[in-house]
């Protein structure tokens, strides 16, 4: 079972930063694109950012604030926040697979880490 591993999730009051990382099995890493999705309560899985070979696509609530990175030398894909705001309060998971929007276009995903922006 493949198996993506997230890091770096934790409470920050709004307008601090949090960097997220996610490790990636290396037949996987440099097959797939990898992105961020996240889910917060009662809402549905929701597009973040991916990075493929060609570079970064973020979705429109995190364009500037957010960039997503990757070493291809430890097989790993960071997100790094910044300017948090409460809204961005959600579990983050990581994804490898075709680079789109939906989350139905990943194959592989992580188990989720808990970000949390206090007011």
């Known amino acids: 079972q493949v198996q993506l591993v997230e890091s770096g999730g934790g409470l920050v009051q709004a307008g601090g930063s949090l960097r997220l990382s996610c490790a990636a099995p290396?037949?996987?890493?440099?097959?797939?694109?990898m992105a961020w999705f996240r889910q917060a309560p009662g809402k549905e899985r929701e597009f973040v950012a991916s990075?493929?070979?060609?570079?970064?696509v973020y979705a429109e609530a995190v364009k500037g604030r957010f960039t997503i990175s990757r070493d291809n030398a430890k097989n790993t894909v960071d997100l790094q926040m910044k300017s948090l705001k409460p809204g961005d309060t959600a579990v983050y998971y990581c994804?490898?697979?075709?680079?789109?929007?939906?989350?139905?276009?990943?194959?592989?995903w992580g188990q989720g880490t808990q970000v949390t922006v206090s007011s």
């Open positions: 994804a490898a697979g075709s680079i789109g929007r939906r989350a139905y276009e990943y194959a592989y």
């Open positions: 990075i493929s070979w060609s570079g970064g």
């Open positions: 290396g037949h996987i890493f440099s097959r797939y694109g």
